[in-house]
């Protein structure tokens, strides 16, 4: 038995020299425009992966209570886990999953097939490498980024909305 530590997954990224960059021209845009509103630094998203998650969660038990298997799955549904939200109505139910369908669509083939196994499947990440041929690292280094263009298109339809 192994004594070596065991680390979970880091879900934020950084990217140090172009959030630099920005930082640096955020700075210099309020320096030569002290009138202006104060808009504030460039705002992350990864800190909201866990609520987009919380969103394709709600969107599976949705989608299986107006009867339809999400369009994001091509095999059979698998695990599932639902939010404690109540959707009111079946019409709001119906909203919602065409919704978050619309935003999934936006999205390429590599990011919702990422997106299924690991959040709705409940695979683990290693095991979405395996599955999709690719390796851990490469799964590890994309998932985050996926989760990050789906919560812009959440933010874009309004189905998310950043405290403010």
């Known amino acids: 038995m192994s004594a070596a530590l065991q680390l979970p997954v880091v879900w934020g990224s950084s990217a140090a020299q172009a959030e630099w960059q920005l930082r640096r021209t955020w700075a210099a845009a309020a320096a030569s425009q002290p009138e202006a509103d104060e808009a504030g630094p460039p705002v992350s998203l990864a800190f909201y992966r866990k609520h987009t998650e919380s969103i394709l969660r709600r969107y599976l038990y949705?989608?299986?209570?107006?009867?339809?298997?999400?369009?994001i799955l091509a095999d059979p549904v698998g695990r599932g886990w639902a939010s404690s939200r109540p959707i009111r109505t079946f019409e709001?139910?119906?909203?919602?999953?065409?919704?978050?369908?619309?935003?999934?669509?936006?999205?390429?083939?590599?990011?919702?097939?990422?997106?299924?196994?690991?959040?709705?499947?409940?695979?683990?990440?290693?095991?979405?490498?395996?599955?999709?041929?690719?390796?851990?690292r490469t799964i590890s280094y994309k998932f985050p980024r996926a989760l990050d263009r789906l919560t812009e298109r959440l933010l874009e339809t309004g189905l998310?909305?950043?405290?403010?």
């Open 160 to 164: 998310l909305v950043l405290p403010g």
């Open 92 to 136: 709001d139910a119906v909203i919602f999953v065409l919704d978050v369908e619309r935003c999934l669509d936006r999205l390429d083939a590599l990011d919702r097939q990422m997106l299924s196994r690991v959040i709705l499947q409940e695979y683990t990440q290693a095991e979405t490498a395996q599955l999709l041929g690719m390796s851990v």
């Open 62 to 71: 949705a989608s299986m209570q107006v009867g339809r298997a999400p369009s």
